[in-house]
């Protein structure tokens, strides 16, 4: 059973993380449902295990939090779906290189409902357009931009953080940051694609391809 939670507004970083662990507890000890949490966070930055100080280039700028998850820094703020991802990896198979590739499926076949063709990249964490609008790079390959971010902890085999999706944030807003310590690439957003998606198309979009990856699962409730 996945209990799906979709709270309105913003959710500070605080609340979030105290919900995150006390929930990713009680699933390890079977005491309640694995939980996928759809979300937004005023403007902040995080920091993952292997964040870099000189990749915090505007640190007065907003709030910054040591997120305990993999990766380097990343932003959130609104316009920005984050699914916080509360699933029990133990009975999943055991294999975290498995779940983050399922989760990296789940990002792509979501931007396919877009029509967006989601890649992933070798020594880049995330999920990728490219842009062939823009000019090419120095070796001749296709500009691409960052559209979704991906960092986990797991817990006794419970996962905790997750993924989170540029619908329409503030771009100018990662300029504080070097987004996941790379440089030499972009941000984007469905938004700057082009495309009119609200928050709510990408939440459908969301849920059915997580039935598609991961399986069916349960109504969702409100917060």
């Not at 005023?42 to 990766?71: M, N």
């Not at 941000?187 to 990856?213: C, H, I, K, W, Y």
Request: hydrophobic residues 40%.
């Amino acid at each position: 059973m996945v209990e799906w939670i979709n709270s309105p507004g913003h959710t500070s970083y605080e609340d979030a993380l105290a919900f995150m662990e006390a929930r990713s507890n009680a699933i390890a000890a079977g005491e309640a449902d694995e939980c996928i949490w759809l979300l937004e966070h005023p403007p902040l930055y995080t920091a993952g295990t292997s964040a870099q100080p000189e990749d915090l280039t505007d640190p007065d700028r907003f709030p910054v939090y040591q997120a305990r998850r993999g990766g380097q820094y990343t932003y959130h703020g609104p316009g920005q779906r984050v699914a916080y991802v509360m699933l029990d990896v133990g009975r999943r198979g055991r294999d975290v290189r498995v779940f983050v590739q399922q989760l990296e499926g789940w990002i792509i076949d979501m931007l396919a409902s877009f029509n967006l063709r989601g890649h992933i990249r070798e020594g880049r964490v995330g999920v990728w357009i490219e842009r062939p609008d823009k000019p090419a790079l120095p070796d001749g390959q296709p500009a691409e931009d960052k559209i979704a971010a991906i960092g986990i902890r797991m817990r006794k085999w419970v996962s905790f953080h997750g993924i989170s999706i540029n619908v329409e944030p503030d771009l100018e807003h990662f300029s504080g940051i070097v987004p996941c310590g790379i440089s030499d690439h972009g941000v984007t957003s469905l938004v700057d694609l082009g495309l009119p998606v609200t928050m709510d198309d990408v939440d459908v979009a969301l849920r059915q391809s997580f039935e598609r990856v991961f399986g069916p699962c349960p109504a969702e409730t409100q917060s």
